[in-house]
């Protein structure tokens, strides 16, 4: 049964950074893209970063360019993301997905719970 477990979220400063990571088990991750995605309360949940299963390419939205990198460690059958210069407006749970190389929630199939991102002013 595949599986994904989000970690490192929590609060910091507006400035601050934090690293998320993304943990697969009972499937080979580098078989797959894999993306994180985030959704604010009362908002619908958006696309934030993306990484092709080689790694070669990546995506992101135009709000976190330059602020967040995500990677892949297949070794580890782990994705991170780190999050430098982070908003208040990053204020969200965000959540990681496995499936293809794309923007849309819809093409990723197995999703991990989420972790909590709160960044105060």
């Known amino acids: 049964q595949m599986h994904l477990e989000e970690s490192g979220g929590g609060s910091v400063q507006a400035g601050g950074s934090l690293k998320l990571a993304c943990a697969a088990s009972?499937?080979?991750?580098?078989?797959?893209?894999v993306a994180w995605f985030r959704q604010a309360p009362g908002k619908e949940r958006e696309f934030v970063a993306a990484?092709?299963?080689?790694?070669?390419?990546?995506r992101y939205t135009d709000s976190v360019k330059g602020r967040f990198t995500i990677s892949r460690d297949n070794a580890k059958n782990t994705m991170y993301l780190q999050m430098n210069s982070l908003k208040p407006d990053d204020t969200a749970v965000y959540f990681c997905a496995q499936g293809t190389y794309s923007v849309l929630a819809a093409d990723f199939g197995s999703w991990g719970q989420g972790t909590q991102v709160t960044v105060s002013s």
């Open positions: 009972g499937f080979t991750l580098n078989m797959y893209a």
């Open positions: 990484i092709s299963w080689t790694g070669v390419r990546t």
